[in-house]
């Protein structure tokens, strides 16, 4: 591995050093697809980062519509950080169980919504175990603080915004998923959902940008935008299933140095559903 871009990500090392710092907030933002049968909460309450607490995107969304784990409005989300002891000018951390899956999505989140100072954790939680360092159980008990947040509309993409983009084809479109449900070779794994991507967009298996856990090396992100037949210096939005591993293409591109990329927040599950959006078979 290449150095870390400390803007984006530390290390178990810098973390262990300032556990129980003032002003430090731990997030872990473990979540499971439903085919995995696990349940982010109750793994938290047996094992997590000292001082951390627990983001569970599901709870903290959009009740209102029955796409999965949207984004909450303004209100809603400064209600949840509060509750989570997250306040203004706090440096954050996010971690997830898996090494890197979750974290983006809740990074991107709190980017969102006006954090300025959010990292994550090199590795998550399981290079923090496997170095042998301090764990704690049981339930989170923040003291709650003010966050003042304001949706950053820049960061997100809108139906609007992604059928634009596939017509026009002045934006990139990139998604996520793997090779063979983008081809439309494989049936989504939720109900109801066509099965293709979005025509214009092109394919990186999220899997592709990491090694072991963690994020390839710079030169290897690179390599992969090219091969997926992206510019990263274009516009870029990215997509995924529910708007989970698009956010790691955003992170990964963040940190090879490019712009954050708006992520769709509907992804397929929106865009997917049986109405008069055009779907594409085959590969980009």
């Excluded at 090392?13 to 696990?38: E, F, M, Q, T």
């Excluded at 979005?198 to 030169?219: K, M, Q, S, V």
Aim: charged share 20%; aromatic share 8%.
């Amino acid at each position: 591995m290449t150095g870390l871009n400390q803007d984006l990500l530390v290390s178990t090392d810098w973390l262990a050093k300032r556990l129980g710092s003032p002003g430090l907030a731990i997030v872990d933002a473990s979540w499971h697809l439903p085919s995995a049968n696990r349940d982010a909460h109750a793994e938290f309450l047996r094992q997590h980062i000292p001082h951390a607490v627990h983001f569970d995107i599901d709870a903290i969304a959009d009740k209102s519509t029955n796409l999965p784990h949207m984004l909450p409005d303004a209100v809603a989300f400064s209600s949840a950080a509060r509750k989570l002891g997250v306040g203004d000018g706090m440096k954050i951390v996010v971690y997830d169980s898996l090494g890197l899956f979750s974290a983006p999505r809740v990074w991107w989140t709190f980017r969102v919504f006006g954090a300025r100072d959010v990292v994550i954790l090199d590795g998550g939680l399981p290079k923090w175990l496997a170095e042998g360092r301090p764990v704690a159980d049981g339930p989170a008990l923040p003291q709650p603080r003010h966050f003042t947040a304001r949706l950053d509309h820049s960061l997100v993409a809108s139906l609007d915004d992604i059928r634009a983009a596939s017509e026009k084809k002045t934006t990139q479109i990139l998604d996520a998923r793997s090779a063979a449900r983008f081809q439309g070779d494989e049936i989504e794994p939720r109900p109801g959902l066509r099965s293709g991507h979005i025509p214009g967009a092109r394919n990186l298996p999220w899997t592709d940008l990491l090694h072991e856990g963690r994020l390839r090396p710079r030169e290897d992100l690179e390599a992969a935008f090219a091969k997926a037949g992206i510019d990263p210096a274009r516009p870029t939005l990215t997509t995924c299933g529910s708007g989970v591993s698009a956010s790691i293409l955003s992170f990964a591109l963040a940190n090879a140095g490019h712009d954050i990329a708006p992520v769709y927040d509907g992804s397929w599950s929106e865009w997917g559903q049986v109405s008069d959006r055009p779907v594409a078979i085959g590969p980009a």
